[in-house]
């Protein structure tokens, strides 16, 4: 007994060996790491059934109870016997693929220890099968609860191994034969099997949490590309945005050339192939049209099946993934690669996982287009409340000088009508440069001023270089108005309007100070905040420039009235620094 355990080491060293090389081989790593189909198991049945067939083949001769150490065991004379580390392939079989794959190794290792004959043969086929059976069953039942460990696989094999000795003893005649090989056998091979799956297992093992921390590296890299390449796709499907994607991507994956298409072109392709990938023109690859009309993602590892029509392509696979916003597919990511092998398990996850995310993307940008595209219009509605507060009061003014100056009067309305064709352009916009709004005033106030002479007197300060800075239209001008029409409304002179226009740090300062009657705090309290209700105009102007520096600005720009009955009102603005080119 003693000296069958180095024996049966080395027989268990071999299995070990070779399990060693298989976990290096990408394909074995796979049919580890990944849920087994049909396909899958059946692979699995062949590999363990393999380790089987050289266990027997590598098994150790004993006859009239003395071991012979030969090196390759082709058949047994019938009075002997083996042993092997046959139940250590079966058992780990059945332990990972369950009762399926522990049957198939099962009938493939002991049929092939029945054909090498020996007067153990029938009781060895049918504990290999028995083994594979019952380890099956265990493995997915454990496995579901609380994952298989080392330790307790070895706690099966062992108790198989140790189930081989009692059938072998139950069904092999004479007894007293198969006693005094039980005695020999017994301890070496439930130890050394033992020994055998403790090792291969911890093989397993290392496989698996290489999986987990390629999962958390592929995880890392697609929240990574995600964060890098969210700027660009809230631009939405177009080339210059899918040409940064493709590039980042690129450096990121393993990948020899990404593609970025819309449902009619490519956008984007760097990489290999480049030269007749060409982004502007159509689809070179059938591959591409077949996932836009499906939707589904589609992988190739053969050339033919990309369908490009240029001879020499490098490209010898791809994996296809629909772009889709609100569940159309707008367009494809496609990942190259010249090499077939380098298309594996988690580089396919990963271009999945980043086909949902930039889906998501496009999906968001959209929706912040629509917003966009809504805040754009309610801007244009408070904008368009301007213009008829202006021309009725100018229509009136007109009005009243035609009565006594005809002439004027006529000048009056070209310079409204000259006035009106830049309002009306304007309108078609969010920002303008200072300068354009301060013709506007000057020409509102060519138009007041000629009703009222001495009632007021407009000053302008504003600091020079300033001009072209960038500020939303009709933002002055209605202020302007305001106090032309309420601060004055009880003078008929002395009245004071100050226009002051400076810059502060990255901002525009806007002020505008009147020293007209002020207002109550109870009259303060609701402006900008809401429109107001006025004997004159609509009662909306200070109310639509908030709402509209709101708008353009997104919280940056800011708004200050302060007054004080019968010592004026000042409103200040101030408004991020942008400057016309």
């Not at 290792?109 to 153990?120: D, M, Q, S, V, W």
């Not at 017994?186 to 055998?196: C, E, Q, S």
């Not at 982004?279 to 996932?291: C, I, M, S, Y």
């Not at 707008?330 to 298309?343: H, I, Q, S, W």
């Amino acid at each position: 007994m003693i000296h069958l355990l180095p024996l049966m080491l080395e027989r268990v060293g071999i299995i070990v060996i070779i399990a060693f090389l298989l976990s290096q081989i990408k394909s074995f790593r796979q049919i580890i790491q990944t849920d087994r189909g049909v396909k899958g198991k059946w692979l699995l049945v062949a590999i363990f059934g393999a380790f089987g067939i050289v266990s027997n083949y590598t098994g150790i001769e004993i006859k009239q109870n003395a071991l012979f150490d030969n090196t390759w065991l082709m058949d047994v004379d019938p009075d002997n016997a083996i042993a092997s580390t046959r139940n250590l392939g079966v058992g780990i079989g059945g332990l990972l693929g369950g009762p399926f794959v522990g049957f198939g190794v099962g009938m493939i290792a002991g049929i092939h220890r029945y054909t090498l004959g020996g007067f153990t043969a029938g009781a060895c086929a049918v504990s290999s099968i028995l083994t594979g059976i019952v380890a099956g069953y265990i493995g997915k039942r454990y496995k579901k609860r609380h994952g298989i460990t080392p330790w307790f696989a070895v706690g099966v094999g062992m108790a198989m191994e140790t189930v081989q000795m009692l059938i072998i003893l139950a069904f092999t005649k004479p007894f007293e034969k198969a006693w005094t090989l039980v005695e020999i056998i017994g301890v070496p091979m439930v130890i050394m099997n033992g020994l055998g799956i403790l090792i291969f297992m911890y093989i397993i093992q290392s496989i698996l949490r290489e999986e987990e921390r390629t999962r958390a590296l592929q995880t890392h890299n697609a929240f990574m590309i995600a964060d890098r390449t969210l700027p660009f796709f809230r631009r939405g499907l177009n080339k210059d945005s899918c040409m940064e994607v493709a590039n980042i991507m690129l450096q990121l994956t393993e990948a020899d050339a990404v593609a970025i298409t819309n449902d009619h072109r490519v956008l984007a392709h760097i990489g290999a192939a480049s030269d007749h990938h060409i982004p502007g023109k159509a689809f070179v690859t059938g591959l591409t049209k077949d996932v836009l009309n499906k939707g589904t993602v589609m992988t190739t590892r053969k050339k033919e099946e990309i369908f490009c029509f240029h001879d020499d392509c490098p490209l010898q696979a791809a994996v296809v993934l629909p772009l889709k916003v609100h569940e159309k597919t707008a367009g494809t990511l496609k990942m190259y690669f010249t090499n077939p092998e380098k298309l594996d398990r988690v580089e396919q996850e990963l271009a999945e996982g980043l086909a949902r995310l930039f889906s998501t993307q496009l999906e968001l940008a959209e929706a912040e287009l629509q917003s966009e595209l809504l805040k754009n219009a309610e801007i244009k509605a408070l904008q368009a409340q301007v213009h008829p507060h202006f021309l009725f009061n100018s229509i009136n003014t007109i009005s009243a000088l035609c009565r006594t100056d005809i002439e004027k009067a006529r000048k009056l309305l070209v310079e409204l009508g000259i006035f009106f064709r830049s309002n009306l352009q304007g309108a078609r916009q969010f920002i303008i440069p200072l300068e354009k709004e301060l013709e506007y005033v000057r020409a509102y106030l060519s138009l007041e001023q000629a009703r009222f002479p001495h009632k007021y007197h407009v000053s302008f300060r504003i600091e020079p270089g300033v001009e072209k800075a960038l500020i939303p239209p009709f933002t002055i001008q209605p202020l302007v108005e305001n106090a032309v029409l309420h601060a004055f409304s009880k003078i008929k002179e002395g009245g004071v309007v100050d226009i002051h226009v400076c810059t502060v740090g990255e901002g525009i300062h806007i002020t505008v100070e009147d020293n007209g009657k002020g207002m109550t705090r109870g009259e303060l309290e609701p402006l900008g905040k809401k429109t107001v209700k006025s004997s004159k105009g609509t009662g909306t102007a200070i109310y639509n420039i908030s709402k509209r520096l709101e708008g353009i600005y997104n919280m940056k720009a800011a708004m200050h009235i302060h007054s004080k009955v019968n010592a004026g009102t000042k409103i200040e603005m101030i408004v991020p620094l942008k400057r016309s080119r």
